[in-house]
Structures are given as structure tokens and as C-alpha cells.
């Protein structure tokens, strides 16, 4: 690097200028702004922050729509830089992620056009480092490291701090959704006030309401709390475009409460179930018709349907007040916050739209997974929890409820209280749509919430301190793939919408991390194999590498973790143990695949896909697996790897498509224990336990004691036969895509309705 004598430290700089300084020192002495550097020094990403992007590149308004903003430490100094556009992909795939270490290649810098003394440097190549990073194990507090600026620009210091290097915005989003509170700006504690209330007080149900714009005073008590809505867009210009719905009450009644704008960072996070607002200066508007409502009819009271409370920040600025539970008088007449607690024995007896609240204790835990919704990601995972009222568990498709310290933190023991709906008697999957909001708590959160003194609640406490933890522990499982509710026994072809139609290799390649879809393929099955290990790294590969150069001779299609000594050419190889027994091929595949345009063949079973078991020593490393990847990178994360995943072996299919030009391997997983949190609510009735039949039941028959090989000797019935299979898809970061068999169907199976 070029010595410059242009200094870009605010405090007094090392003995040796470290490789941020160095380049920073040369951007700023350098004629065209832009150089190459040699990328032979490492640097730890500790911060990747997204916001809504000042122009579009392309024509995918979820991909292109968003900017990158990503904080890197050499050790010595921290920067943040702008990520080019075109390496927003890494983000996309989790191969830039946090906690790692890149090496820049081209980097340049820009000026601000719309502010005087402002700019930052802009990654435009880099190379992603392999492992765990080499920078970062020696820095303790990377918050404590300064942040380094060019030279005449250091109050941009105060600006990098939490706002986007592209001024015009001014807050960021979460990472992985968009309804998250994210960043310095969400004020989160309690404040209160001690004043004593002697006004003149409206209520929520006067003839007032309607007629005049000089509202008098509301003291209401908040009985429901949505999740974030953030409504900004693409070339909408706007500081903090978010909204919250609160539903309150006083004696009168109940209705909606919406909180706008630059509210949401100061209030949000303070008003909770429970809470009592006195309002001032506040609006009457129309409801939004198309918005979804919690149930309220339990209350007993009467709803307003057709007007709304606003509180704004500006025209008119509201002013409202958080009294202190202490204050709260009950000549006021605030109703109570009501439950209607149901137990798991009582779930099956439910009406259709009803709504009702939960608790039970956490035995099944999934990752975390995204699905796309027109311009966003929702992010949700799979819980099953248990009441001692069934033997069933409650599953719940928990989707995140702008509670990312409760939703991340879930986990086996935790007893968790949720609210249910169930849509109607055809739906298998009690639970929310996020478009309505719900509130979760778990252990740890319930002190001064509402529902303890609930008399159904306390029983449920009372039967978990019956409980041993060994024997609780032993029925527990955290993350890997987890499909609900299962495809049901006959394909509608309606059912999979426009999906088997769709081009399966584009679906492949614009998934996201942790995004899931499920796809319907028709054609034939060609292949079957029967394998023990799921994929882990490269060594596998180098293994089956170093096989088909010494035994090319032999046809390799199953590999066991235990090794075995084999001889060639008076070497030695230490390998793992072959069968060329497991497995089943179609006489016309060999042709076939000489045929095939292409082959998507990167698909399959992963480490990632299999749940572990869940310990309390285990724990940290084990939640972190199951979670999203952070934004930010601190100290405290685990750096021991997962606990292997004990999986008995799992099938490989090759599926020809119908036109014969592409081929698609996928994995199989069958349950073949009813202790899976998979095997809850399989198809009931025994089947032959054919090649077939465990593909479209999704189980082996009997769920013990079953053997492979006898059910790959009745894999020569796919010969030929036409099939609809549905696919689990989910990216898994990097290069990883999970291609997994949901269901197989034979023709004669499919409705065309």
C-alpha cells in the first residue's frame, strides 16, 4: 500500500498502520478513487444491515429493492462500508454472513452528492473466507474498537453510528424480515407517569364521536398488541414509514388504536397487554376494511368496527400518557385484560373461527425459516408443546411476532403461552396468520403478565412440577427439516397453484437462506439409493473422489461412517465401508441421462436437515443452529460446533421430469420412530411397506425393525410409472439446498379438479 499524508484517525493511530488504514489512506491519495488491492489481508464482518434501497437494479423488486451496509474490523479499526449491489447475493444465500472473514479486492470510495463532508468506502469484489474467522478471536469488545473516517469527514462518525451510509434513509431493517424492531432508535423499558388523573374523560362510545374534531380526554387499557407493519416501498420517500394496531378498551367497549410513524420506535416496545394510556390529541379516522382484527367477542362488550384511534406524530402531534399500574384507580372502570385458555384434550372440539389462548410446555423446536410474500420475507418456525390433557402435542406454525428476544430464544422446557386460531374445520394448522399479530411469551417473560393468576394456568404449573426433567428431556428435538401439515392422500392439481407448471431449476436458484417452498414435479422415478450419512463437507467428497480414481472398477452407491482397509496397488486407503446392494435403477435411465438437458443433482440431505437432541449444556450452540444467521457479530456467540446428527440412513431418489430433459435427485427422510416430532398426526393404518408406499405414506411399516434392503428389492415397481412428487425445498446458506421428498403420488392418484 502507498504511504499518504492524509490522516483519517480520530484518536491517535497505532505504531503500524493496520490494512484499513493502510487502504483508506490510499483511496484518499489516489486520482481515480478506485483501486485493487492483493487480498492477501483478512478482515471480520461484524455488522451486515439492510434498509430500502435510493434506486432499483433490477427488475425483482425483493431482490434489488434493498441496500447493504457492512461493518468491518480489522483488529485495529472498524469501518463501514457499502456493499455494491451486485454482491447483494452473498447476503441473499448467507455466504457473506457475520462473524466471518472476507478478502476485498476492489474497493472505491464515494462522495455524498446531497452532503457536504460525507462518504464511504464501497466494496465492489471480495472473497468470502472458509472456517471460523482468524480476526476476530482476539478482539473482545469489537463496540470499543474506533471507527475510522477519511480525513475531513469525521463528523460522519455520528452518522455511521446507526443510520445508512445512503443519507436519505434513516432507520434500518432487520436483516431477515421486516417487521422486527432494529436498531439504537427502539426504546425499549418502561415509563410511566404518577399523575393523578382528575380531568374530564370521554369514553370510547359516545354520540360524540363523529360529530366534532375536539375530542376530550380517553382512559383506555391496551387488551391486544400487534406485531410491526412496515408499509415502506421502493421510491416512497418517508423517515420511519411503521404502524402498530393496539386494541383498547375502557368501560364503554373496545376498538382499534393505531400508532404511526416515528411512534413506533419510542412507544412501541412500551405499551404492552395491560398497559393504561391516557389519550390526548388524538384523531378519529375510518377503519381499513381489508385489515384482519383479533377476536374480541369474549369480552362481552361492544366493538367499533368503523372508526379507529390515530396517534400521530405530527398533524396533530398526539400527546399521550403511560399510567403507572400504581395510579390505576378503579372508579375508572377499566375492564380486564380476558383469556380464554384451552387445553390440548379440548382442541379438537373447537368451532371454526374460533380464537383462543395456550400454554404449554416446549418438547420440539424448528429452525427458523422464511416464506416469500409478494414484497417480503415472513419468518416463522414449527413448535409442539405439550398440556398433560393429550397425548397429542399442540403444533403451531409460530410465526415472528416483532418479539425476536422471545421468538430467537424458544427452546424444549420453556413453557410457552400462544394464541390460536383456528380459520376453519378443512385447516390442520391452529395458529395465526402474521398479517393479525399474536402475542407469545415464554419462561422468563411471564412475570407481571396478565394471565398468571388465570386459574387454567396455574393448574398447567402445578402438573409440570410433577414432571422429571430426564424423562422430559428424552422427548426433545430441536431444529433440521420439519414439514406440516402432511399433502393430503389425493393431489388436486389446483392445490400446488401455478408450482407444477414452474421451471424447478429457477426456483433453485432464486431461493434465499433459509427460504422454503414446496414443489409439485411430475414425471418418473429412475433411481434409488440407500445411504447412511447425510452430507457434511468436503471430505466426503475427497473420500468418493479418491474411490473413483483407485476402484473405478466398482459401483459406489452407499457410504458408512465406519472405515474399512482397502488394498490397490500394494497402497493402503482407509475408506469407508461400500454396498453396491442398496440401490434400484430403471433399465432405461442409462439412456435417459445421456439425454438429459440438465441434471440438478446439488440437492439433498444435509447435517442441517436432522434434528438433534436437545440438552441444556448444549444449548447456546444449539440455538444458535436453529436460528437465523445475526446482523451483528458479539463476543458471546458459540464457536463449538453442533452435535453430530444421528441419522439411520435415508434414500436418494433421481426424478426424470415428464418432458425428459431434466432430472432432479432429492432425499427421502423417511419416520421411522414414533418418538419424531415428524411422526405426530401421520396417516393412520398400516401399508405394505413398499418402495411406493413409503413414499406416498411418508413412513416405514412398522416403525421399528425395518429393512432397507427388503424395501429397495421393491423399488423395480417405479419402473416406468408416471408420479407427481412434492418437494421441500430450502436453501441452507451457501451452497447448501435441501431437495427432500414430501409425498409421491402415482397418476391415478391425481385429481384434475
Known amino acids: 500500500m502507498e504511504d499518504s ?6 484518536v491517535l493511530p497505532p505504531p503500524q498502520a493496520s490494512f484499513l488504514q493502510r487502504t483508506l489512506e490510499r483511496l484518499s491519495s489516489t486520482q481515480c478513487l478506485r483501486f485493487g488491492c492483493d487480498q492477501g489481508e483478512a478482515v471480520a464482518v461484524v455488522a451486515l444491515q439492510r434498509y430500502l434501497s435510493e434506486r432499483a437494479d433490477g427488475p425483482d423488486e425483493l431482490l434489488h429493492n434493498y441496500s447493504y451496509d457492512v461493518t468491518l474490523t480489522d483488529g485495529v479499526w472498524r469501518v463501514k462500508c457499502f456493499l455494491h449491489a451486485s454482491l447483494s447475493n452473498l447476503v441473499h444465500t448467507n455466504t457473506l454472513r457475520t462473524g466471518m472473514d472476507i478478502f476485498i479486492s476492489q474497493c472505491c470510495f464515494v462522495f455524498s452528492e446531497r452532503m457536504l463532508g460525507h462518504g464511504y468506502i464501497c466494496i465492489e469484489k471480495l472473497r468470502c473466507g472458509a472456517g471460523s474467522s482468524a480476526v476476530l478471536p482476539n478482539i473482545n469488545d469489537v463496540s470499543l474498537l474506533p471507527m475510522l473516517v477519511r480525513h475531513g469527514m469525521e463528523r460522519s462518525v455520528l452518522l455511521h453510528k446507526d443510520v445508512p451510509l445512503q443519507v436519505s434513509r434513516k432507520h434500518y431493517l432487520p436483516l431477515w424480515n421486516n417487521d422486527d424492531p432494529e436498531g439504537d432508535m427502539w426504546i425499549s423499558g418502561a415509563s410511566s407517569s404518577d399523575a393523578v388523573l382528575d380531568g374530564e374523560n370521554s369514553s370510547l362510545h359516545t354520540s360524540s364521536f363523529g360529530h366534532t374534531l375536539n375530542y376530550l380526554p380517553l382512559l383506555v387499557k391496551i387488551i391486544h398488541k400487534s406485531r410491526l407493519r412496515y408499509y415502506g416501498k421502493f421510491g416512497v420517500k418517508k423517515d420511519c414509514p411503521y404502524l402498530a394496531y393496539f386494541e383498547v ?14 411512534l413506533c420506535p419510542e412507544f412501541y416496545e412500551r405499551l ?35 372508526v379507529e384511534i390515530s396517534l400521530n406524530p405530527r398533524d396533530p402531534s398526539s400527546i399521550f400518557t403511560v399510567v403507572s399500574p400504581k395510579s390505576v384507580q378503579p372508579q375508572w372502570g377499566l375492564p380486564d385484560v380476558s383469556y380464554r385458555f384451552t387445553s390440548r384434550s379440548e382442541l379438537d372440539k373447537l368451532a371454526d ?18 416464506v416469500r410474500s409478494k414484497e417480503r420475507y415472513w419468518t416463522y418456525r414449527w413448535v409442539h408443546a405439550v398440556d398433560g390433557t393429550s397425548d397429542h402435542p399442540f403444533i403451531l406454525e409460530l410465526f415472528s411476532s416483532s418479539q425476536p428476544e422471545i421468538f430467537n430464544n424458544i427452546c424444549p422446557t420453556l413453557h410457552l403461552i400462544h394464541q390460536l386460531f383456528f380459520p376453519s374445520s378443512n385447516s390442520d394448522v391452529p395458529g395465526l396468520h402474521p398479517d393479525e399479530g399474536v402475542n407469545c411469551f415464554s419462561t422468563g417473560y411471564h412475570k407481571g403478565q396478565p394471565y398468571v393468576s388465570d386459574p387454567r394456568v396455574k393448574n398447567f404449573i402445578q402438573w409440570t412440577k410433577t414432571l422429571k426433567d430426564n424423562a422430559v428431556l428424552q422427548k426433545t428435538a430441536v431444529g433440521g427439516h420439519y414439514s406440516y401439515p402432511h399433502s393430503p392422500p389425493m393431489f388436486v392439481q389446483s392445490a400446488a397453484g401455478q408450482n407444477i407448471y414452474s421451471d424447478l431449476k429457477r426456483e433453485l436458484e432464486t431461493l434465499q437462506y433459509r427460504e422454503h417452498k414446496r414443489h409439485a414435479f411430475q414425471g418418473q422415478i429412475t433411481a434409488v439409493q440407500y445411504l447412511r450419512s447425510p452430507k457434511t463437507s468436503g471430505v466426503e467428497e475427497t473420500e468418493v473422489a479418491t474411490m473413483e480414481v483407485y476402484m473405478s472398477h466398482l459401483v459406489l452407491w452407499r457410504f458408512r461412517f465406519q472405515t474399512s482397509v482397502l488394498h490397490s496397488d500394494s497402497s493402503i486407503y482407509c475408506l469407508p465401508a461400500v454396498s453396491s446392494a442398496l440401490s434400484w435403477e430403471g433399465s ?18 444435509h447435517q442441517d436437515s436432522i434434528r438433534r437432541r436437545f440438552t441444556f449444556d448444549e444449548k447456546n450452540v444449539l440455538l444458535q443452529w436453529s436460528n437465523l444467521q445475526p446482523s451483528r457479530w458479539t463476543s458471546k456467540q458459540s464457536t463449538e460446533p453442533v452435535p453430530p446428527a444421528l441419522c439411520s440412513g435415508y434414500y436418494q431418489l433421481t426424478i426424470l421430469g415428464i418432458n425428459k430433459q431434466i432430472a432432479v435427485d432429492a432425499a427421502f427422510l423417511p419416520v421411522v420412530s414414533s418418538n419424531d416430532p415428524q411422526a405426530v398426526s401421520l396417516p393412520q393404518g398400516l401399508h405394505d411397506n413398499t418402495m411406493l408406499s413409503c413414499l406416498s405414506s411418508g413412513f416405514l411399516c412398522p416403525l421399528t425393525g425395518t429393512d432397507d434392503k427388503e424395501i429397495l428389492e421393491t423399488a423395480t415397481e417405479l419402473e416406468d410409472m408416471h408420479v407427481v412428487c412434492i418437494l421441500d425445498l430450502c436453501h441452507l446458506g451457501e451452497d447448501k439446498l435441501e431437495v427432500l421428498i414430501n409425498k409421491v ?5 391425481v385429481s384434475l379438479d
Open 5 to 10: 499524508q492524509s490522516s483519517s484517525s480520530l
Open 272 to 306: 404492552n397487554v395491560g398497559t393504561v394510556l391516557y389519550l390526548q390529541n388524538y384523531k378519529l379516522k375510518q377503519s381499513y376494511a381489508k385489515r384482519s382484527r383479533p377476536q374480541m367477542d369474549h369480552y362481552r362488550m361492544k366493538h367499533c368496527n368503523s
Open 249 to 262: 378498551a375502557d368501560q364503554s367497549g373496545t376498538m382499534s388504536l393505531v400508532l404511526w410513524d416515528e
Open 353 to 370: 373461527n374460533f380464537a383462543c389462548d395456550i400454554i404449554g410446555l416446549v418438547t420440539f423446536v424448528g429452525r427458523v425459516e422464511r
Open 588 to 605: 432405461s435411465w442409462p439412456k435417459q441421462h445421456q439425454e438429459l438437458t440438465e441434471h440438478l443433482c446439488q440437492g439433498g440431505l
Open 745 to 749: 403420488y402415482k397418476v391415478t392418484e
